[in-house]
């Protein structure tokens, strides 16, 4: 495993992170999440990414994972490894249940750590804006985690550039500077190239991007239809087979052919596309089984590009 460093921190994280966004649920087979997760953690795989919302059911993802933490990990191995959440999504009916104010960004960080198990998370993430909060206010919530020893750090999600020069320039000015930032980022979703990945460079904040195969549609799995135990054909998956079109699969099977020309699957090229910068510190992945997790591993073993291959993903697949 490679491992990068984390913006302007001492924080180093693995180049490939895993979430537990699919398949670690309470409709999911526990065993075979807890198999992933150690054999994970034996490949050099450090970081484990959540959320409270993580399931289904929700929350239940949480709850999963501090039962294996708690039979697999027990005491000094704790240390080695960095737990992630976030709260900002929907969690609970109500007033209090969702978005970004403090009450619930805090209550939803107590939640977490009673699920898990623990006594503080490594990252805390606010998941998204909440345009009717004030920034300042969401901020000072990450910033009282950081302070009351609930959470070593804190990150940010889906924030536009803007959004996240904002609330970057707060937090350094509460002294809990932002470590990270976690935006949808794969080869068919370009937008944080329009600013984003600048202002992150500039503040001196990682990125760790979600959906590196867009949910799946960057692998071989979708180049002959859709498989029965694919996402696309999950009733609860996000990825729905309708974002499957005609076009999309074209698409697909055209990167596949620069894949194969350089010696990778798909979705090995897709991860090894994002590491190719720095200012990606880690890609973040999602796995139904080992094997899965392995083939996405093999992207470490070919970083690099040629201008001639960059050149032709860009054709294939530019930034809109």
């Known amino acids: ?38 054999h994970a953690f034996d490949r050099g795989i450090t970081h484990f990414d959540l959320a409270n919302n993580y399931g289904p059911p929700p929350g239940s993802a949480e709850e999963n994972f501090g039962m294996i933490l708690k039979k697999d990990f027990p005491g000094f191995l704790r240390d080695h490894i960095v737990i992630s959440t976030k709260a900002g999504y929907t969690m609970w009916d109500g007033p209090y249940g969702d978005w970004g104010s403090r009450k619930y960004l805090l209550s939803s960080l107590d939640q977490s750590l009673k699920r898990m198990q623990l006594d503080y998370v490594d990252i805390f993430y606010s998941h998204r804006p909440d345009p009717a909060t004030p920034v300042e206010e969401t901020m000072m919530a990450l910033h009282h985690a ?12 889906n924030y ?27 080869m068919l979703v ?89 200012a990606v510190t880690s890609v973040l992945i999602g796995v139904s089984s080992v094997p899965q997790l392995d083939d996405n591993l093999a992207a470490l073993k070919k970083l690099d590009f040629s201008e001639e291959e960059l050149n032709a993903i860009d054709a294939v697949a530019p930034v809109s």
């Open 160 to 186: 536009s550039p803007e959004q996240t020069a904002q609330a970057a320039a707060i937090l350094k000015q509460l002294g809990t500077p932002c470590l990270i930032h976690q935006p949808k980022y794969s």
């Open 190 to 278: 370009r937008e944080p190239e329009k600013g984003l990945l600048d202002v992150l460079g500039n503040n001196g904040i990682g990125c760790i991007p979600f959906s590196p195969l867009a949910q799946g549609m960057l692998s071989s799995r979708y180049l002959n239809g859709i498989p029965q135990d694919s996402r696309a054909a999950k009733a609860h998956g996000f990825l729905k087979a309708g974002e499957l079109t005609e076009q999309r699969l074209t698409q697909i099977r055209k990167l596949n052919e620069v894949a194969g020309r350089r010696g990778q699957t798909l979705s090995e090229m897709a991860i090894a596309w994002l590491l190719r910068t720095p």
């Open 146 to 157: 950081v302070q009351q020893g609930k959470a070593l750090y804190v990150g940010l999600s």
């Open 1 to 38: 495993m490679k491992y990068n460093r984390c913006g302007q921190s001492g924080l180093l994280l693995p180049a490939i992170s895993l979430g537990l966004w699919h398949n670690f649920g309470g409709v999911d087979v526990f065993e075979n999440g807890r198999t992933i997760i150690r």
